[in-house]
């Protein structure tokens, strides 16, 4: 059978500068919906590239003192570099400045030409040259562009003018029939308000610089920089020069793009493609602006943020989670430090990556470290697996809706559950009767289900991680599962054996995030020991001996909903286990505690800590907060004298 085809575009970037983290978040956004229809067994062309001509870029290189095409070369490949680095899965990458787009442009330009839609005028406007774009008198906004607020240039050149006006009716029934076409909702309102207000015939090309691709017919003009970028959604897909390719992939079905070149992709391009006789691409959709701590991202303000060094230092799928978790796609977002490590720490160290390492280290301790069988299923377990398949279903409908920010909701709603759902069982406890071997089995079994899911769930957003976890699971080491594979459950390879887990988000200690932002001198100041505690009076050997220290072994750990400090831990001690709440949480990760033997007070008079019942307090030192850990070897219980 034939496969269904899927075609998304970014728009393609200006190389008058190094890329931001603006733009990688547009560029992210589409491929985490390109891997999503993939994985639904899609043949999918992603699209992305580079906008290489015009005034702007003329003037870069110029001012540099390299050619056009040397300046642009640059910089392109550090956008190439990028996406690699940000796990970009884009099928092609198109430049303007290649020749199998000067051919359509100016195929797509003779042949509107020869049809009377392009007409020879003089023309005398307002030119925004940042923003590469014509405006009226009457659109400027106290004289500057209404875009960027920037100031406008005076053009009178003889050029080159696309009947736009002859298209306004049909273009507006078009929007008004097809809802789906613009979107968001918002968006689509605006572009009909602007129609309504009348197309005006557009200058598509320009005679005062040469960095563009010449019009066929007369070698003074270059095409406007709009009029080819656009163009580059027909040439990739084949236009003119691979028919099948065309064929198979246009119309696209969307092209994302930045709320402020809506206007571009849903009025300029689809009157381009209705003179060529094309059909129109299915959606154009609007995505929100990217600013930092509530700001504009400028050169001026100094507040650029760089990806390949947030990459770097953090890893490419946690800036891909942030980026897609933290902004609802359509709605403006805010970039933070502080709310990257925030979302870093919360959602991926501790709910992922404690249920995967809490999950392995039990199936190594009470299934010899193989994924085990399901038995007769519990009222939990029924529970957990009903909440996988809706969770699966409605990821679905989202992800199919471009909603990227509840897909992933919903998939933490299951982890969050499927944490709970272990206190609920609680395994360790299981473990101590044989008669419970079964039931310990089907937990252990659900747990492992679960974290399938999630790997396939979350493949499209955390390209690098799903494989990571899937190969942690014993699952294998190519990831290559399908959305059809999430909603079977039944798809674990039981008995075989699990790898030992390792920490796929270490948490990042906000400590050494602090000392970062502070100035050597003082980190220096900082680094000055603090002053010894004054020693406590002295008390008698039969004193010490009331305090009952012993080794416990750490079998699971929590952080405490609300409490920044506290964590719960569930510890053995030989005979018993106990659950104590413990104010480590800013030293340790929940995962990082799980089988570890430290030293425990079990004697201290119970006490109720935010509502949790804490009967013994592990001793950790009172500088930095760290455990007083002992050696692995002494069994639980043994008495610390
Ligand atoms: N070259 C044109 C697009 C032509 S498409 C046929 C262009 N290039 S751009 O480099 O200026 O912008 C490319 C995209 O980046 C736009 O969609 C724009 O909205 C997006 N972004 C630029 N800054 C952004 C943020 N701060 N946040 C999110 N996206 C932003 O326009």
New binding site residues.
């Given amino acids: 059978m034939k496969k269904k085809t899927y075609y998304i575009t970014?728009?393609?970037?200006?190389p008058?500068d190094r890329?931001?983290?603006?733009?990688a978040?547009?560029t992210t956004i589409a491929d985490a919906v390109a891997r999503y229809r993939r994985m639904s067994g899609y043949d999918v062309f992603f699209l992305t590239g580079s906008?290489e001509h015009g005034q702007k870029i003329q003037r870069k290189a110029a001012e540099g003192n390299v050619t056009p095409k040397e300046y642009v070369d640059g910089i392109v490949a550090s956008f190439q570099q990028l996406w690699l680095k940000l796990g970009i899965s884009n099928d092609d990458f198109i430049r303007t400045t290649e020749e199998r787009h000067h051919k359509v442009v100016q195929a797509i330009f003779q042949k509107i030409y020869d049809q009377g839609d392009i007409y020879k005028a003089a023309y005398e406007g307002k030119y925004c040259t940042p923003c590469?774009t014509f405006w009226t008198e009457r659109q400027l906004q106290d004289g500057n562009c209404p875009d960027c607020g920037r100031g406008v240039e005076t053009v009178q050149e003889e050029s080159y003018f696309f009947r736009m006006s002859k298209y306004q009716e049909r273009l507006l029934q078009f929007i008004e029939e097809n809802p789906e076409f613009i979107q968001p909702v918002s968006r689509r309102n605006e572009m009909i308000n602007f129609i309504k207000q009348g197309l005006e015939d557009l200058c598509v090309s320009r005679t005062t610089f040469d960095w563009g691709i010449q019009v066929p017919f007369d070698s003074k003009h270059v095409v406007y920089v709009?009029f080819d970028?656009?163009t580059?959604?027909i040439t990739a897909a084949g236009y003119g020069q691979d028919d099948g390719k065309f064929e198979k992939y246009w119309p696209a079905d969307v092209h994302l793009?930045?709320?402020?070149?809506v206007r571009?992709?849903s009025i300029i391009w689809p009157v381009i493609l209705m003179a060529l006789d094309l059909p129109l691409p299915k959606k154009v959709y609007g995505?929100?602006?990217?600013?930092v701590e509530g700001d504009?991202?400028s050169k001026s303000k100094g507040n650029v943020i760089d990806p390949v060094g947030l990459i770097e230092e953090f890893g490419p799928d946690a800036i891909r989670y942030f980026l897609l978790r933290e902004i609802t796609l359509g709605n403006d977002g805010n970039f933070s430090r502080e709310a990257l490590i925030n979302r870093i720490n919360a959602d991926l160290a501790n709910d992922l990556g404690n249920l995967l390492h809490r999950s392995l280290n039990m199936i190594g301790r009470f299934s010899d470290g193989n994924l085990p069988p399901c038995g007769e299923l519990g009222e939990f377990d029924k529970q957990l697996q009903d909440l996988a398949k809706t969770t699966v279903a409605q990821y679905e409908t989202a992800m199919d809706a471009m909603d990227i920010n509840q897909a992933l909701k919903l998939v933490w709603t299951l982890i969050g559950r499927t944490n709970k759902y272990i206190d609920e069982t609680a395994p360790w406890a299981l473990a101590k009767e044989e008669a419970k071997r079964e039931q310990l089995h089907t937990v252990l079994h659900h747990l492992a289900a679960i974290l399938r899911v999630v790997a396939i769930l979350i493949s499209p957003f955390m390209p690098h991680t799903a494989p990571k976890i899937w190969q942690q699971l014993g699952l294998g080491d190519d990831f290559a599962a399908s959305l059809d594979d999430a909603k079977r459950f039944d798809g674990l390879p039981v008995g075989k054996a699990v790898a030992k887990p390792e920490p796929i988000f270490p948490r990042i200690e906000e400590k050494k995030e602090e000392e970062a932002k502070t100035s050597p001198v003082a980190a220096a100041k900082t680094a000055v020991k603090e002053k010894a505690p004054e020693q406590a009076a002295e008390i008698s050997i039969d004193d010490f001996a009331k305090v009952d220290l012993r080794v416990v072994k750490v079998l699971a750990a929590d952080k405490v909903k609300g409490a920044d400090r506290l964590l719960t831990l569930t510890v053995d001690l030989g005979e018993e286990q106990r659950t104590i709440v413990s104010g480590i949480a800013q030293h340790y990760a929940p995962e990082d505690l799980v089988g570890r033997h430290v030293v425990m007070v079990v004697n201290l008079k119970a006490a109720k800590i935010r509502g949790i019942e804490s009967r013994g307090m592990v001793l950790a030192a009172s500088c930095d907060g760290k455990l007083a850990v002992v050696e692995s070897s002494l069994p639980p219980g043994s008495k610390v004298k």
């Fill in positions: 970014t728009p393609i970037y200006y008058s890329l931001h983290i603006g733009h978040y547009c906008d590469e709009w970028a656009l580059n959604y793009v930045g709320k402020e070149i571009f992709h995505h929100g602006w990217l600013v504009k991202m």
